[in-house]
């Protein structure tokens, strides 16, 4: 099973844990302009990559399609496997830091997209990390394809 690791629980014997990685990008042609989020859901035992996931939103700003990379990443990342944990990166400091529960969401868009998140993280272990734009290229290049193409897949 991938990103498998071993949990040990003196009360209830060894378990199996599977661990994903998340990242998860956006972007706008235009802020507002054409918008896509991007996810990549990775192994985090053997760093294959297992899923690419393109959200194409629209007409949006940035930190929406930001936002709409990371729903994309943890619905599919929850479709694996609904009892993985997660380790989210993005270079989105906004979003690492609101989910993070440090910052407030003001902006209406961003509170529907976040308590999606929100809701699909429930009950499980997550982790968010920023990391800088350059360590972000596979999703980016995700988010890129489904803004040319203008359509969602994975």
């Given at each position: 099973?991938?990103g498998?690791?071993?949990?040990?629980?003196?009360?209830?014997?060894?378990?199996?844990?599977?661990?994903?990685?998340?990242?998860?990008?956006?972007?706008?042609?235009?802020?507002?302009?054409?918008a896509?989020?991007?996810?990549?859901?990775i192994?985090?035992?053997?760093?294959?990559?297992?899923?690419?996931?393109?959200?194409?939103?629209?007409?949006?700003?940035n930190?929406?399609?930001?936002?709409?990379?990371?729903?994309g990443?943890?619905?599919k990342?929850?479709?694996?496997?609904?009892?993985?944990?997660?380790?989210?990166?993005?270079?989105?400091k906004?979003?690492?830091?609101?989910?993070?529960?440090?910052?407030?969401?003001?902006?209406?868009?961003?509170?529907?997209?976040?308590?999606?998140?929100?809701?699909?993280?429930?009950?499980?272990?997550?982790?968010?990390?920023?990391?800088?734009?350059?360590?972000?290229?596979?999703?980016?290049?995700?988010?890129?394809?489904?803004?040319?193409?203008?359509v969602?897949?994975?």
């Amino acid at each position: 099973m991938p990103g498998q690791q071993r949990d040990f629980d003196s009360d209830r014997g060894v378990g199996i844990v599977t661990r994903y990685i998340v990242e998860a990008d956006g972007g706008s042609r235009g802020n507002p302009g054409i918008a896509a989020g991007g996810a990549v859901v990775i192994d985090a035992e053997t760093g294959e990559v297992l899923a690419e996931v393109g959200i194409f939103v629209g007409i949006a700003t940035n930190n929406v399609a930001e936002y709409s990379g990371l729903v994309g990443g943890l619905r599919k990342a929850r479709e694996l496997d609904p009892s993985a944990s997660i380790h989210v990166r993005m270079d989105s400091k906004l979003v690492v830091e609101q989910m993070s529960g440090r910052w407030k969401i003001k902006h209406s868009d961003m509170q529907v997209l976040a308590r999606e998140a929100q809701a699909l993280i429930a009950g499980t272990d997550v982790t968010f990390e920023w990391i800088a734009r350059e360590f972000n290229s596979r999703a980016d290049a995700v988010a890129n394809e489904s803004m040319d193409r203008r359509v969602s897949f994975g």
